[in-house]
């Protein structure tokens, strides 16, 4: 069975904390690893990782996938209040499905 | 931001009830997509498009059908309600044709089945 799998399932931090989400997965016919980010409403795209070893970065943010080791983090670094969110991990397969994660939970307070 | 809309945006209906969810995108793409999302589960896939009047089945799709007979319009229909049906659906798209996995997400329908 295809799966994705998230940890931690919740995070809380200080803000100027950094970060690591982890993510596994277990999908046939993998294509790519996918980041989203659900702040209160509809999930938004962060990062899609193909190659395992490139890191993918986008301001304090960066991500990793590791094939051989079938996973992927996610890093933030100097972490804000508006990092809060729900952090979704997502395995693409066949054609053009995704499979998520139940996602990582990060609080971050002042 | 991609245009999509989710209509209506929350339903309250009674169990035994037909509901139909519309998704409607302004982007032409090819490939649509029907998820719920519920504590502790993610967001699984409940049915999916690939062209107008190509659709099948995803992971949870048992009590729900879709139609899809136009480009721009998916429609997620539940024949008869139940309460294990009380979920957010998001509808998502995606250009496919060799696009690795990247969706774009409506901003959810909230449904609530008493």
């Known amino acids: 069975e295809d799966k994705v799998v998230q940890s931690p399932l919740s995070l809380v931090v200080h803000e100027g904390d950094t970060v690591t989400l982890n993510c596994s997965y277990e999908v046939t016919n993998f294509r790519s690893l996918l980041w989203y980010k659900q702040e209160k409403k509809a999930p938004t795209f962060l990062f899609m990782l193909?190659?395992?070893?490139i890191e993918k970065k986008s301001g304090r943010l960066s991500s990793i996938l590791d094939k051989k080791e079938l996973s992927s983090i996610l890093n933030i670094t100097a972490t804000q209040t508006g990092d809060s969110a729900i952090y979704l991990c997502a395995a693409s397969y066949n054609t053009d499905k995704l499979i998520f994660g139940t996602g990582t939970r990060l609080q971050v307070f002042p | 931001d991609a245009g999509i809309t989710q209509s209506p945006r929350h339903k309250v209906t009674e169990t035994g009830t037909p509901v139909t969810l519309r998704c409607h995108q302004t982007e032409n793409h090819r490939y649509m997509y029907w998820y719920r999302q519920d504590p502790g589960h993610g967001l699984r896939l409940i049915h999916y498009s690939y062209g107008v009047k190509d659709t099948d089945k995803g992971e949870v799709s048992d009590g729900y059908s879709v139609s899809r007979s136009k480009t721009e319009d998916f429609l997620l229909t539940l024949e008869s309600a139940t309460s294990s049906q009380t979920s957010v659906y998001f509808c998502a798209i995606s250009p496919g044709a060799g696009n690795t996995g990247e969706l774009f997400f409506g901003e959810g329908s909230r449904l609530t089945v008493l």
């Open positions: 193909t190659s395992s070893g």
